[in-house]
């Protein structure tokens, strides 16, 4: 059987990669199936230090598979909380891989496709590509992708784009900050390796903890709780064996022991 992503690792670099450019790499139950336990398992794999979600072909991915769309048009309610909800557990997979994650997006991206991209902790795209919510053209709205969407366009672009479907190119994306670099397709993957090259050379822990506070303080009042768990995670990393290695590897002008 044919899988819908590929997974290969190398140098501490988990590469998943979307392998049907023949339907756009869109999605259907299996494909969503298929990613999440990607995500899963290359998350508790301890070799690797990061991971990049690419595609094959002119598409990065094109949303819903046309025929799982005509299979969903007869679903009950009960049968499309389900079907969403697999949606939304692989979104969550993504977003909560211990790992710093890549979106490597090398076409266009329509409508759940969006949400891959949101998911991942940065993204970078090709200056050719285009962009678009395009859920309402067709009487729906994006509401399984949006938490992940609007965190990373934030509300006023969201206001427009969700509620639209306009297309908007990569200028734009980079613009609202949809995608960290929009470059020229030659560009791409020397793009890509330069934030991992970044991500390699910190403290791997350091990096797992630094994703889990964002998530932590991102949008929360700053309250006496909020500043008692900050202090608390400085003091735990402060601790750490890998804390203690990157100060005194610091102070003496030394690498530390994690890049050999």
């Known amino acids: 059987m044919t899988r819908s992503i590929i997974v290969s690792v190398n140098a501490g670099v988990a590469t998943l990669t979307l392998s049907q450019p023949e339907i756009r790499n869109a999605f259907s139950d299996v494909v969503i199936a298929e ?8 998350g508790q794999r301890e070799d690797v230090r990061a991971v990049v979600l690419a595609a094959e072909g002119p598409a990065f991915c094109a949303g819903a598979n046309l025929n799982w769309m005509r299979a969903m048009a007869d679903y009950t309610r009960e049968e499309n909380l389900a079907d969403a909800g697999k949606l939304a557990a692989m979104l969550h997979t993504i977003a909560t891989c211990p790992h710093p994650t890549i979106a490597r997006v ?5 409508a759940g496709g969006m949400g891959l991209v949101a998911a991942c902790d940065m993204a970078v795209a090709v200056d050719t590509a285009y962009f678009c919510l395009s859920e309402v053209k067709i009487g729906l709205i994006p509401a399984t992708i949006a ?3 609007l965190r990373a366009m934030g509300t006023r672009a969201g206001q427009r ?23 020229a397709s030659d ?5 890509v390796d330069g934030l991992l090259k970044h991500l390699l050379s910190a403290g791997p822990a350091a ?7 964002v ?21 735990d990393i402060r601790a750490s064996a890998e804390g203690k290695e990157g100060v005194q590897a610091f102070l003496n002008k030394r690498k530390p022991n994690w890049l050999g």
């Open 207 to 213: 990096v797992r903890a630094c994703k889990r506070l």
């Open 161 to 183: 784009y969700f509620l639209t479907g306009e297309r908007f190119d990569a200028a734009e994306a980079l613009r609202i900050g949809f995608v960290h670099q929009a470059v």
């Open 215 to 235: 998530d932590d303080v991102a949008g929360r009042d700053i309250n006496a709780e909020l500043v008692a768990r900050t202090v608390e995670s400085i003091a």
């Open 106 to 110: 090398q076409g266009d991206v329509y």
């Open 187 to 191: 560009d791409l993957d020397s793009a």
């Open 35 to 42: 990613i999440t336990a990607a995500f899963a398992e290359v």
């Open 147 to 149: 938490p992940y969407v």
